[in-house]
């Protein structure tokens, strides 16, 4: 092709150069990419010039008073004279406890879920299956509204609020449970407790590296706890027990002290760990099942209990088959909760929304929002399946 | 699986009631009591089972009044749709009811099961809830679909017919939405506003499907391309679209939608429910796509190799190599998506259209009703399971049918 | 294996560098403030929504959909609610029906399109309705920030606080450490911080966003008080069921938390259909002040009593009738009266059953001490 004849007029010879060139699979590929890549540019940027036309983007009505109380708060105290940021930080923060305390009861759950559907036991399975199966063709929209209006709101009214043994409390008002209170001291407490716990993996470090080169049973997980249990322990007597339970008490319209959990939120936690537990027990049913059989029976043959081979053999290997699945589930729990709206629960969404309401900015309370939850399934992707990369790492490449 | 037979079920008849009695045993022996851990477990569980069914069969005998389903019947299915323009959804409903009733024929026959579940659900449930004459307006329907059903039985028990059977309930289904939308608009239309309940749920979750599929199909193979620009791009759209919630997402197409739409055409004035639909169809597409992309990366690098040494082009490399295979492998996970797709739709009430649980929701506002939320829920809740598990079972079944097919990796 | 690690986190560094690219195009765009003003009262702030185009004529705009969208309440038994045929009905919805006689002369050339609290001023500067009908409270900042204009206050409310009988609540002060319930995104929300803000009451807020999920909530005895407009509490209370105990069951208390002047809310920059919007509710309460009513407006019409009546109802006595320059017929409130009444026939119709007298309250005819006046019609 790039060898021409001899003898051409010269403008044919350049002509035949550039046909030459246009048949060129790298030139091609060239043109194509940047072609592709202008389009993509140019839908990028006219969609930026027409939300900047539509807003300017600008953040300082975010620190204006924000004029409405949140009730239900989670280390925060925002109130009707704090600013809009504060208040949407209150939000934050509302949604970072339903997604944390959604995540480890939903993980829970479904972990339970998922290998009762695996049980010998008939009933155990049948029953698991028919939870999964009622739970998945169910909007989750429904549940929500049926778990605070048909279930959290018809506890007892604070009038007949029902007591456990007397220290814990349940009505449509709170559920009020015992809860230790810091004391003086308790800076120190929680120093030590790191402390602690940086020994504790020190001595796990050292216990596996053992057990590795010598092939003798170190124990490194019981070990790591036996220290860390120590610690603890010496360190909360040394520093004067600087945590106290305080009990619950029933006020006139409400509880003080203890650890006071809202209707809204045990019922959005209930609807959502519920509804993902489900999810999640079937990536674990998929994930054990996906686990060899005969990796179950040479366990057997070896002479392991159940327990054993589950916890030896099986669920080591199902948990790097599941973690990404569960990552995604655990994403999608977080997202969820902004459902919590329906019910009064004052989660970012919710507070987004009232801010929205009051100050008329939507686009730069939506860019907000979308940021947030971004973070939010980076650090639980981050979480989560950073671990994934160092199975890798101990176990080798998989074939 | 059924190791031990009860007698009854054996075809012998009757024994005596001592040997009744110990095939029962040997059977809750072998299933539930194997174990003194399984003992414990299942005694719990037959307590707590016990415990929760007297509790649901006093609340369904004693408290509950259905009177509110049966009232609201109509807000409930089709919302404030105009009644004397009822003549648009009947077709749609025969229609669809037909075309499940074929796609049930052409991919195996209904399983006692699930004959026995349809049955009790028409006979002893819409009653209770609908009222006869709810439940009777459905009668022409659902024989209908068993008609249907079984022609298509006999049809596909040919092997020369199977698959034009099998392809046309393809079809059917794809022709479906047209023709709901054709029959919504034409002779004056009613207006979008006016669409409610189930109904508006039914349309907007096809719709989205319609947008979905082809735009995940797009995304997937850019995201596999080898154009870094469309790679990056697809994987960018994927990833936002996956990491915003859905409510956001339905907020942001009603106030921006209209923003960043081009004005040509009347473009920024489509009806909302359009624009709702555009939505969930953008957000769906990212999770097909991924799906999509799953099937394509299951496929063994080989065939793609094998493709390139016959001189296939890279379209006719996809159209009939890959991504048949690729939409055959990602099947489950794309039934998954549709379905959970369906029941995002409750969605809506975010941007204000009143779908099928805001009707039930509403009817709470009724002074007859007041405080009925448990009953009406449990219905939306009912109406919903059917369809998702209806829906499920039907993917299954064509998983299965499908999985006959075509080359499978060793 | 480093190399796949690399690679599979290359789309989470691709997000990250995207989103840091739009904060910082957030906070570094050039927020235009020019010197002359100081305090920014920004412009059109429903950003997201593209400014009315200049001139825009909603009138026309209905003429040619043949009809007209309004938004109101679905879940205020007397202001705005559903009925079981699916139909509208309410105060709200018969201003609706009112200015549907206006424009067309048929009341029922309307559709009314359910929004909520939090939704419905988006809706208005979408286009997706034309005028607002839902208990809407004018106040300066909707006037000027959120881009709206309002007609003149087709009812007077206040704020006020409901609680159950039973549960000894008297005043403010008893409701240390109460919880409070109200409808998010509405001023009630604002009002009551405003009020308790300066006492040294602490109580708890919880907002819903549904008016029968408060009610649910309420009933269960999740809230010990319900705050909201005057009239809403009136229209709770009424229908409060009695499976629930009643209406005697609850108490409204005679604290006034603000004044709510609920109004027609238009987009602004439309003075003509605004003029209209206006002119329609006016009418009506003059029509009542003249003694025109439904049942007299043909009489009326034939033979006016008086030159405004004549004025009001375009009635061509002597030459050619009055036209008010409205874009309508001269005979528009004729329609209007005929077809939906005047201002006190829709009063009776839908407020005087949540039990709420209008005898005394500023909701009275100027006439007999009320603020409900009329400019001429001339």
Redesign the interface.
């Known amino acids: 092709m790039t060898a021409l004849p001899v003898g051409r007029s010269p403008l044919a010879s350049a002509l035949a150069r550039v046909l030459a060139w246009t048949r060129d699979v790298r030139v091609r ?1 060239v043109v ?2 940047a072609v ?2 202008g389009l ?1 540019a140019a839908l990028v940027i006219y ?2 010039m ?12 975010m620190q204006e008073r924000a ?6 708060q989670f280390l925060t105290q925002a ?3 704090s600013t809009r940021w504060h208040a949407y930080f209150a939000g934050v923060m509302n949604t970072l406890r339903i997604t944390i305390f959604g995540i480890l009861l939903s993980l829970g759950l479904g972990l339970g879920i998922g290998v009762a559907r695996l ?6 399975a049948k ?1 698991a299956f028919l939870y999964v ?2 739970i ?8 929500v ?2 778990c ?3 279930v959290v ?2 506890l007892p ?3 007949e609020s029902a007591s456990l043994f007397g220290v814990a409390h349940f ?3 709170a559920i009020a449970l015992p809860w230790p209170r810091p004391q003086d001291g308790a800076g120190a407490f929680a120093l030590a407790l790191l402390g602690g716990l940086v020994v504790a993996w020190g001595v796990w470090r050292v216990l596996a590296r053992r057990e590795v080169l010598t092939g003798r049973p170190s124990y490194p997980w019981r070990g790591a706890l036996a220290v860390f249990v120590a610690a603890a322990l010496v360190a909360f007597v040394a520093t004067g027990m600087p945590l106290r339970m305080e009990a619950p008490e029933v ?4 509880y003080a002290a203890g650890l006071r959990l809202s ?2 939120f045990v019922g959005l936690l209930l609807a959502l760990s519920l509804f993902n537990a489900a999810f999640v027990a079937e990536i674990v049913r998929g994930a054990i099942e996906a686990v060899p059989r005969g990796e179950r029976e040479a366990a057997a043959a070896l002479g392991l209990s159940g327990w054993q081979q589950l916890h030896l053999i099986v669920l080591p290997q199902a948990l790097r088959t599941m973690l990404p699945p569960l990552a995604t589930q655990c ?1 999608n729990l977080a ?2 909760s ?2 919590g ?4 629960f ?1 989660d970012l ?2 507070v987004g ?2 801010v ?9 309370v ?2 907000l ?3 947030t ?3 939010l ?2 650090v639980i ?1 981050f979480l989560l399946v950073g671990p994934q ?1 160092r199975f ?2 101990s176990t080798g ?1 998989r074939a | 699986m059924t190791a031990v037979r009860l007698p009854l079920e054996s075809g012998r008849g009757l024994r005596s009631a001592r040997e009744v009695l110990a095939a029962a045993w040997e059977w809750a022996r072998t299933r539930l009591f194997n174990s003194p851990a399984n003992a414990v477990v299942s005694l719990l569980l037959i307590v707590l089972l016990a415990w929760a069914s007297f509790l649901f069969l006093r609340w369904m005998a004693f408290e509950a009044d259905w009177g509110v389903v049966r009232t609201n019947r109509r807000l409930l299915l089709v919302g404030r749709f105009p009644q004397d323009q009822e003549w648009r959804i009947w077709p749609v409903v025969y229609a669809l009811t037909a075309l499940l009733g074929w796609t049930w024929g052409s991919w195996g026959r209904v399983t006692r099961w699930a004959a026995a579940t349809m049955a009790l659900i028409g006979v002893l449930v819409l009653p209770t809830l609908a009222g006869w004459g709810g439940a009777l307006a459905f009668l022409p329907a659902v024989t209908l679909a068993a008609l249907v059903h079984l022609v298509a039985l006999r049809l596909a028990t040919r092997p020369a017919w199977r698959t034009r059977v099998r392809v046309a309930s393809g079809v059917g289904w794809f022709l479906a939405l047209p023709l709901t939308l054709a029959l919504l608009h034409v002779r004056g239309g009613v207006d979008p506003t006016l669409w409610g309940g189930l109904y508006l749920n039914l349309v907007v979750a096809s719709g989205a499907v319609m947008g979905a599929l082809p735009l995940g199909i797009a995304l997937a193979l850019a995201r596999t391309s080898s154009f870094r620009a469309l790679r990056w791009a697809s994987t960018v759209y994927v990833e936002v679209m996956r990491g915003l919630p859905l409510p956001v997402m339905l907020t942001l197409s009603w106030l921006a939608l209209r923003t960043f739409l081009p004005s040509w055409g009347g473009l920024d004035e489509v009806a909302l429910v359009y624009r709702v639909t555009i939505a969930f169809a953008l957000f769906t597409a990212a999770f097909i796509a991924e799906a999509v992309r799953g099937g394509l990366n299951s496929i063994p690098r080989g065939q793609r190799e094998a493709a390139a040494a016959l001189g296939l082009q890279w379209w006719q490399m996809t159209a009939y190599v890959t991504m048949p295979q690729a939409i055959r492998n990602s099947l489950p996970a794309l039934a998954g998506e549709f379905i959970g797709l369906f029941m995002t739709t409750t969605l809506v009430a975010v941007v204000g259209l009143t779908d099928m649980l805001q009707a039930a929701r509403g009817t709470t506002e009724q002074p007859d009703f007041f405080g009925r939320q448990k009953e009406v829920l449990l219905f939306v809740g009912m109406l919903f399971w059917v369809t998702a598990f209806a829906l499920s079972r039907l993917s299954a079944r064509l998983e299965r049918a499908l999985a006959g097919k075509g080359t499978r990796r060793a | 294996m480093r190399l796949g690690l690399a690679r599979s986190a290359r789309p989470v560094g691709w997000l990250l560098a995207a989103l840091s690219i739009v904060l910082v195009a957030c906070s570094s765009s050039p927020d235009v403030t020019d010197g002359a003003g100081a305090t920014a009262t920004p412009e059109s702030q429903i950003a997201s929504a593209p400014r009315a185009p200049e001139g825009a004529d909603t009138l026309a705009e209905v003429r040619r959909r043949g009809f007209l969208r309004v938004g109101v309440n679905d879940q205020l038994p007397g202001f705005g609610y559903i009925r079981s045929d699916g139909s509208f009905g309410g105060f709200d919805v018969d201003f609706g029906h009112a200015l549907a006689a206006a424009i067309f002369g048929d009341r029922d050339a309307v559709q009314f399109v359910a929004l909520s609290a939090s939704s419905r001023f988006e809706a208005l500067d979408a286009r997706e309705i034309d005028v607002l009908i839902r208990n809407t409270t004018w106040s300066l900042s909707r006037d000027t920030s959120l881009g709206l204009s309002f007609a003149v206050p087709t009812f007077y409310d206040g704020q006020g606080l409901m609680v159950r009988a039973r549960d000894d609540i008297h005043g403010l002060d008893d409701l240390q450490g109460a919880v409070v319930c109200s409808l998010s995104g509405t001023t009630t929300q604002l009002n009551q911080e405003d009020t308790f803000g300066g006492t040294t009451v602490r109580y708890q807020p919880l907002n819903f966003d549904r008016a029968e999920t408060l009610q649910e909530a309420f009933v269960a005895g999740r809230c010990d008080a319900w705050t909201a407009d005057r009239s809403q509490l009136a229209s709770r209370r009424a229908a409060y069921p009695a499976r629930a105990g009643g209406p005697e069951s609850l108490v409204i208390l005679p604290d006034t938390l603000s004044k709510e002047p609920l109004a027609p809310a238009m987009r602004s920059g439309e003075e003509q259909w605004s003029d209209l919007v206006n002119w329609v509710v006016l009418g009506m309460i003059a029509a009542e002040e003249l003694g025109v009513s439904s049942h007299n407006v043909r009489e009326m019409a034939a033979a006016p009593t008086s030159a405004e009546v004549a004025r009001l109802l375009g009635a061509a006595t002597e030459g050619l009738p009055f036209d008010a320059g409205l874009g309508l017929t001269p005979d528009f409130m004729q329609d209007v009266i005929e077809q939906v009444g005047n201002y006190g026939e829709v009063y009776d119709r839908n407020i005087t059953p949540l039990g709420i007298p209008r005898e005394g309250s500023p909701n009275a005819l100027w006439t007999q001490g009320g603020l409900m006046y009329a400019p001429p019609y001339r």
């Open positions: 590929r194509l990419e592709t890549l993509v969609i930026g027409r939300a900047r036309e539509a807003s300017s983007l600008n953040f300082d009505f004029g409405f109380g949140i009730g239900d109130d009707g004279s049980s010998t036991n008939w009933l155990a029953l199966e009622a998945r063709n169910t909007p989750l929209l429904v549940f509204v049926f605070y209006t048909a709101l018809r009214r604070i009038q009505s449509n008002r006020t006139r319209f409400s209707p809204e994403q997202k969820m902004s459902v709206i329906v019910i009064a004052p969404m919710t929304g009232t929205i309401n009051n100050s008329g900015e939507a686009i730069p939506f860019v929002m979308m940021a939850y971004f973070a399934n980076l992707a990369w890798n790492w490449r």
